[in-house]
């Protein structure tokens, strides 16, 4: 099994800037991607940004030139920064990796989710 844990949600103001954490532990063979999905009240679960293993990146258009996945050295590691923070950001994060335990298949993880909110 993979556990994700993320950290790094609270509250911030319009144009503020937050940075969210996830590690990724058990017992992993390889980490195909990582990334972070959203999801706000009554809305469903959006893909925010992603990289892939190979350091490919990508971003909802939404959050283009806002949120960002810097290079990690830790491995099986990925954050999120986002700045310039508008209310629609409003949501819950998760983190999702995707791994091989053992010699198994590619298996989409969830972490647990970290609220953020963007309110003055």
């Known amino acids: 099994q993979v556990q994700l844990v993320e950290s790094g949600g609270g509250l911030v103001q319009p144009g503020g800037s937050l940075r969210l954490s996830c590690a990724a532990s058990?017992?992993?063979?390889?980490?195909?991607?990582m990334g972070w999905y959203r999801q706000a009240p009554g809305k469903q679960r959006e893909l925010v940004a992603i990289?892939?293993?190979?350091?490919?990146?990508n971003y909802a258009d939404s959050v283009k030139g806002r949120f960002t996945i810097p290079r990690e050295n830790a491995k099986n590691t990925v954050s999120l920064e986002m700045t310039v923070l508008k209310p629609e950001d409003t949501a819950v994060y998760y983190c999702?990796?995707?791994?091989?335990?053992?010699?198994?298949?590619?298996?989409?993880?969830w972490g647990q989710g970290t609220q953020v909110t963007v309110s003055s």
């Open positions: 990289i892939i293993g190979s350091g490919i990146t």
């Open positions: 999702n990796a995707g791994a091989r335990v053992g010699g198994g298949p590619l298996t989409n993880y």
């Open positions: 058990g017992n992993i063979f390889s980490v195909n991607h």
